[in-house]
């Protein structure tokens, strides 16, 4: 994962620097990291966005991710976005959210059983 993250750092810093294409709206590159199953992607969030370590006396201190540019924990802190409940219960999910379809280009549709066997299948619209 941290060669990855090398990678997309290099690319994220160009983008950063590029105050023109920012002005025109161009976005940041994407760091998408799949899972097999709900347990890894936990731990897997938690990883790299920080975590909560429990001192011996029960009080708690926030850890910081171990990917610099997506850690939720600056300055031995958390950032002001807390991480809600009810959107994690949502992204935790195996059912995947309603979203409106969109009206041109393609969409890609993937699919992962339990055992890891995935299916991906792209439609023209």
């Known amino acids: 994962m941290h060669s990855l993250y090398e990678n997309y750092e290099k690319y994220y810093r160009r983008w950063e620097e590029n105050t023109e294409a920012r002005a025109r709206g161009l976005t940041p590159p994407v760091f998408i990291v799949v899972c097999n199953n709900t347990n890894v992607s936990n731990l897997v969030f938690r990883y790299i966005g ?3 370590k429990e ?7 926030p850890v910081p991710g171990q990917l610099a540019l997506f850690s939720n924990v600056v300055d031995g802190r958390w950032l002001a976005r ?4 009810t959107a994690w219960s949502a992204l935790y999910s195996t059912k995947s959210r309603p979203f409106d379809a969109p009206t041109t280009g393609k969409i890609a549709v993937k699919v992962i059983n339990h055992y890891g066997d995935e299916v991906l299948k792209v439609y023209t619209l």
């Open 55 to 61: 001192l011996p006396d029960e009080s708690t201190i």
């Open 82 to 85: 807390e991480i809600d409940e």
């Open 50 to 52: 920080g975590w909560d």
